[in-house]
C-alpha cells in the first residue's frame, strides 16, 4: 500500500530525517531552510520522533553539535543554506576531517553582497574542497530518498554527505513524495557504528594538534602525520563512489526507485550535443532537449547528481563520443569560470574527448531560468562552435554590456 | 598520604613529561580540577594553551576523555556533547568544558552565552591567564588595563577589564564560582560541588602565567596568592543567585586589610609601563568592586 | 613490515613523556635538605606544600619526600613555596652538569 503525499523538498528532506530515525538534530534558522528543523522540532515536541533537538545561537554552533554529537555515537542531522552554510565552512573542513557521518542538507541560495535570498549554488559549490560528499537532487522525491541513501553512504565510509537541493524551486515547490516504509528503512540502514571514542572507558584525545611528520607513540607504532592522515580521506572520498553506486542500487532494489548513483543520462544515446547540469536546472534542460530535438537538434541531458567525489568514470564514459558540450550551471569561481565546466574539462583531459565545451552561467541569485532560453542557448552555442569558438564563457539572461 | 592532609583525591591525571611551560599556573589549576571531577568525565577544550598540555599526535599527557574543537566553538561542542550523551542514555558523565580567557571572553562568548542560556547541563572552566598567551601573548578583553602585550606593546591596554563574571550572571544560571590555583583546596571544593549541580555551571580560574605576566615561574603560586590578598582577584561563589565570599577572600572580607594592588603590579614585567594614573584607577575598581560585594554578601 | 597506522582520524592515547624527557629543561635543579624538611624532621607526613603547588604533580609525597628528576622542569616554586625552606633552586653551572 503505497504511502504518497503531496509535500514541499523541505517536507521531503525533514521525513527522510525522520525515517533515518536521527538521534540529535541542531537547528538555525536561515530562509529558504528554515521549515525543515521547524517540522522536526513539531514532531520532537509531539513525541513523534525520539531526538535531541538544540536550538542553537548561530551554524557555525549547529555543526559544531553535529560534530561532538556524532563523535559520541549519535546520529545527527541538520539543515543550512547560503550564509549559514559559509558561517560553518571551518567547521565543514573539522567535520571532515574527524571522519564523521554527519548528513545534512544544503538548501541552495545565493550569497552576498549584496543579498539574495533566491536560488543558486554558490554556496555548496564553494564548499567542494572541504570533503564532504556532496549530492544535487532533481525533485522532492529525490531529496527525501538521498537523506536516508546519505546515512547509508557516509556510516560506510565516515565521511559526512551534504544533500543539496535548489532553494524556492524544490524547497517550497509540492510534489507527489512517496514516504518508504520506516521498517524497511531500519532494514536498509543499519545502526550507527562510530569509529570514534570518546568515552571514560578508554579515554583518548581527539584531535589534538599533530605535526607535519610522521610520530611514534608509547608503544612504537609509526602514526601519521597531518598529510598522510589527510590521504586517507581523500582516499575515502574516492573510494566512496563504489559505496554511493550500491547505496543507490540497493535503495532501488528495495524501494523501486533508481536516482541514477553517480550521474543520470537523458535521451543521450545518439546526441549531437550534450547538456551537463546539476540539479533542478539539468531537470529543466530535459524539457529543453524535447524542444530542441523537435527542432531538428539531437540534444541530450547528463545531469550530474554527486558532484564530490567527481563522478571522473562515469563522465569520460557519458561524454566520451560527444562531439559539443553545453554547461549550465548556477556559480562561478570567480575569475575563472563555473565549477562543473572547469571539472568537466579536467575531467576529460587526455582522454581523446576532445569536445568544444561551452559554458553557461545561468540563475545567479535566484533569476529565473527559461526552458526557452536554455534552448537559445544551445542553439548560438552550436553557431559559436560551427564558427569556432571551442571554448565560450556566457551568463544567460545578463546585462552583461 | 597528602591526600588525607589535605582532603583531594590522590591519583594525578596529567601525566608528567608534558608540554606545559615550566611553572604554569594552569597546570597547577587543571591537577585539582581533574582530581575533583575524577574519571566519569568528557572534556572538550578549544586550541589554547590547554591544547598543548593535552599534546600532540599521537599521545597525550591526559588520562580523561577529550575532544578538541575549534576556537570559537567550546561551549557549542560541549553541547554536541550533552545532547549524544543524553540519546545514548549516558548522561551519568559529567561534561565539562575548558577555554581561555579567549576562547570565553572574545571568540567563544557567542557559544558560551547560547549554551547557558539554553540551560545546557555542563560545566564551562575559564582559566584566565588575561591574554591570548599560546600565541605568545596579545591583548583579550580580560587583560587588565596597564598591561603591556604585544598588540599593546607600547601604549598598554587602554581598557578596563571584561566583567565575565557579570556577564554569565545575566544568564540565570544555577552556580557561579571564582577560583585560584594558589589556593587549591577551595578550588577543588568548588569543582567538587559544581559537579554535583545540574544545569550549567560557569567557573573562572585567575590563572598566572610566568612568560606572559613577565615574572620568574618560581613566583607564579605567589603572584597568585597576591592578586587575591590585594582584592584584584576575589574568591567567591554565587549558587541560586546567593553571593559568597571564599577561603582567603572570606577572611579579607571579615578583617578587612587589603594589601594595596602595588605589591600585585610591581612583581611584573607586563606593567612595568603602567601609568600612575592606571595605577590609581586600578586601586579605585578594586575598592568599588569589593564595595558592591560587600553589600551583594550582606543581601544573601 | 612496519605496521600502518590503523587509525582514519587523530586519537591519542595517554603516556608519560609526550612532549620527551622534560627534565632537560631546567636549568636548576631542587635539592631538598631532609634536615629542614617538616615531614622528614617529624617523621611522618606533614606539610607537603611542595606536593600541592607542584604544576606538574611529580613530588611524591612520602617520607622522605622525593621529587622526580626525570620530569621536573625546575620552576622553582616547590622551593619558594617551602616553608621551612627546605629545598634550594641549584643552578646548573654550580654542580657541573
Same mark, same amino acid.
Given at each position: 500500500m503505497s504511502n504518497v503525499q503531496i509535500m514541499t523538498g523541505n517536507s521531503a528532506a525533514a521525513y527522510g530525517a525522520r525515517l533515518s530515525k536521527v538521534q540529535v538534530v541542531s537547528a538555525y534558522p536561515i530562509?529558504?531552510?528554515?521549515?525543515v528543523t521547524e517540522t522536526i522540532a513539531n514532531w520532537v515536541e509531539r513525541g513523534e520522533l525520539k531526538a535531541e533537538y538544540v536550538r542553537v545561537e548561530s551554524e557555525h554552533s549547529v555543526m559544531t553539535v553535529c560534530i561532538s554529537a556524532s563523535t559520541v555515537g549519535a546520529r545527527v542531522f541538520t539543515s543550512t543554506s547560503s550564509h549559514g552554510l559559509l558561517y560553518m565552512h571551518e567547521q565543514l573542513h573539522w567535520a571532515a576531517g574527524s571522519r564523521l557521518p554527519i548528513v545534512m542538507c544544503c538548501i541552495n541560495r545565493g550569497v552576498g553582497a549584496?543579498?539574495?535570498i533566491f536560488n543558486d549554488q554558490q554556496d555548496s559549490i564553494a564548499q567542494r574542497d572541504t570533503g564532504w560528499i556532496q549530492i544535487y537532487c532533481r525533485d522532492n522525491q529525490e531529496i527525501l530518498d538521498s537523506v536516508i541513501q546519505a546515512y547509508r553512504i557516509a556510516e560506510e565510509i565516515y565521511c559526512p554527505v551534504m544533500v543539496c537541493y535548489d532553494g524556492f524551486v524544490l524547497s517550497h515547490t509540492m510534489m507527489p513524495v512517496e514516504l518508504p516504509d520506516v521498517d524497511q528503512v531500519c532494514q536498509f540502514l543499519p545502526p550507527y557504528k562510530p569509529h570514534t571514542i570518546l568515552s571514560p572507558e578508554d579515554p583518548r584525545n581527539i584531535n589534538p594538534v599533530i605535526f607535519p611528520w610522521q610520530r611514534r607513540d608509547a608503544e612504537g607504532v609509526l602514526r601519521d602525520g597531518y598529510m598522510d592522515m589527510r590521504w586517507k580521506l581523500q582516499r575515502a572520498l574516492e573510494g566512496s563512489r563504489d559505496v554511493i553506486v550500491r547505496a543507490s542500487r540497493d535503495y532501488a532494489e528495495r524501494f523501486?526507485?533508481?536516482?541514477?548513483?553517480m550521474l543520470w543520462g537523458y535521451r543521450?544515446?545518439?546526441?549531437e550535443v550534450l547538456i551537463a547540469g546539476m540539479g533542478s536546472i539539468a531537470t529543466e534542460a530535459t524539457a529543453a532537449a524535447d524542444l530542441l530535438r523537435e527542432q531538428g537538434i539531437r540534444a541530450g541531458v547528463i545531469g550530474i547528481r554527486v558532484y564530490r567525489p567527481f563522478p571522473r568514470t562515469e563522465v569520460r564514459e557519458a561524454f566520451r563520443k560527444a562531439e559539443a558540450i553545453v554547461v549550465f550551471e548556477k556559480n562561478i569561481s570567480y575569475g575563472y569560470e563555473g565549477a562543473l565546466s572547469a571539472d568537466l574539462k579536467a575531467a576529460l583531459y587526455?582522454?581523446?574527448?576532445?569536445a568544444p565545451v561551452h559554458n553557461f552561467i545561468a540563475?545567479?541569485?535566484?533569476r529565473d531560468v527559461k526552458t526557452g532560453e536554455l534552448v537559445e542557448a544551445v542553439r548560438s552555442s552550436l553557431a559559436a562552435i560551427t564558427a569556432g569558438d571551442r571554448e565560450k564563457q556566457t551568463w544567460l539572461n545578463c546585462v552583461t554590456e | 598520604m597528602p591526600d588525607k592532609l589535605f582532603?583531594?583525591?590522590?591519583?594525578?591525571h596529567i601525566l608528567p613529561g608534558?608540554?606545559?611551560?615550566?611553572?604554569c599556573g594552569l597546570s597547577l589549576a587543571y591537577r585539582y580540577i581533574l582530581k575533583a571531577l575524577g574519571e566519569n568525565t568528557i572534556l572538550t577544550l578549544p586550541a589554547s594553551c590547554l591544547t598543548v598540555l593535552h599534546?600532540?599526535?599521537?599521545?597525550?599527557?591526559?588520562?580523561i576523555a577529550c575532544l578538541n574543537c575549534t576556537f570559537a566553538s567550546t561551549a557549542a561542542s560541549a553541547s554536541g556533547i550533552v545532547a549524544g550523551l543524553s540519546a545514548m542514555n549516558r548522561s551519568d558523565i559529567t561534561v565539562v568544558a575548558i577555554a581561555g580567557d579567549g576562547g570565553t571572553f572574545d571568540i567563544g562568548i557567542q557559544a558560551l552565552s547560547g549554551a547557558a542560556e539554553r540551560g545546557t547541563d555542563f560545566i564551562f572552566v575559564c582559566y584566565d591567564?588575561?591574554?591570548?598567551?599560546?600565541?605568545g601573548t596579545q591583548r583579550s578583553s580580560a587583560t587588565p588595563a596597564g598591561a603591556l602585550t604585544?598588540?599593546?606593546?607600547?601604549?598598554?591596554?587602554?581598557q578596563n577589564k571584561k566583567d565575565m563574571m557579570k556577564i554569565m550572571e545575566g544568564?540565570?544560571?544555577?552556580y557561579l564560582a571564582t577560583c585560584s590555583p594558589s589556593f587549591p583546596i577551595d578550588l577543588y571544593d568548588k569543582f567538587v560541588k559544581a559537579k554535583r549541580i545540574k544545569g550549567t555551571r560557569y567557573i573562572q580560574i585567575a590563572t598566572p602565567c610566568p612568560p606572559g605576566w613577565v615574572f620568574?615561574?618560581?613566583d607564579t603560586v605567589k603572584i597568585g596568592r597576591l592578586a587575591v590578598e590585594t582584592g584584584i582577584v576575589v574568591l567567591y561563589e554565587i549558587e541560586n543567585g546567593k553571593f559568597r565570599f571564599t577561603g582567603r577572600s572570606k577572611t579579607l572580607a571579615e578583617k578587612g586589610t587589603r594589601a594595596p594592588v602595588i605589591q600585585f603590579v610591581e612583581?611584573?614585567?607586563?606593567?612595568?609601563?603602567?601609568?600612575m594614573e592606571q595605577l590609581g584607577q586600578l586601586q579605585k575598581w578594586v575598592n568599588n568592586k569589593w564595595a558592591e560585594y560587600f553589600r551583594r554578601a550582606e543581601a544573601s | 613490515m612496519e605496521p600502518k597506522d590503523d587509525n582514519i582520524s587523530a586519537m591519542c592515547k595517554p603516556a608519560v613523556g609526550e612532549a620527551g624527557?622534560?627534565?632537560?629543561?631546567?636549568d636548576a635543579t631542587p635539592i631538598i635538605d631532609h634536615a629542614k624538611c617538616i615531614a622528614s624532621v617529624k617523621n611522618?607526613?606533614?606539610?607537603?606544600l611542595c606536593w600541592l603547588y607542584c604544576p606538574e604533580g611529580i =613530588?611524591?609525597?612520602? =617520607?622522605?619526600v622525593k621529587i622526580d628528576?626525570?620530569?621536573?622542569?625546575?620552576?622553582?616554586i616547590c622551593a619558594e613555596e617551602c616553608p621551612s625552606k627546605a629545598i634550594t633552586m641549584v643552578m646548573h653551572e654550580e654542580t657541573g652538569k
Open positions: 530562509t529558504p531552510s528554515t521549515s549584496p543579498w539574495s523501486g526507485r533508481d536516482h541514477g548513483g543521450t544515446e545518439d546526441a587526455g582522454t581523446g574527448t576532445d540563475g545567479l541569485g535566484g | 582532603k583531594v583525591h590522590k591519583k594525578e608534558n608540554r606545559a611551560c615550566s611553572g599534546g600532540l599526535y599521537p599521545v597525550t599527557s591526559v588520562g591567564n588575561e591574554g591570548y598567551m599560546n600565541t604585544t598588540t599593546t606593546p607600547v601604549l598598554t591596554k587602554q544568564h540565570d544560571i544555577p620568574p615561574p618560581r612583581r611584573q614585567g607586563r606593567f612595568k609601563k603602567m601609568s | 624527557r622534560t627534565g632537560d629543561w631546567r611522618r607526613p606533614a606539610c607537603y =613530588v611524591t609525597a612520602g =617520607v622522605p628528576l626525570e620530569y621536573c622542569k625546575g620552576c622553582g
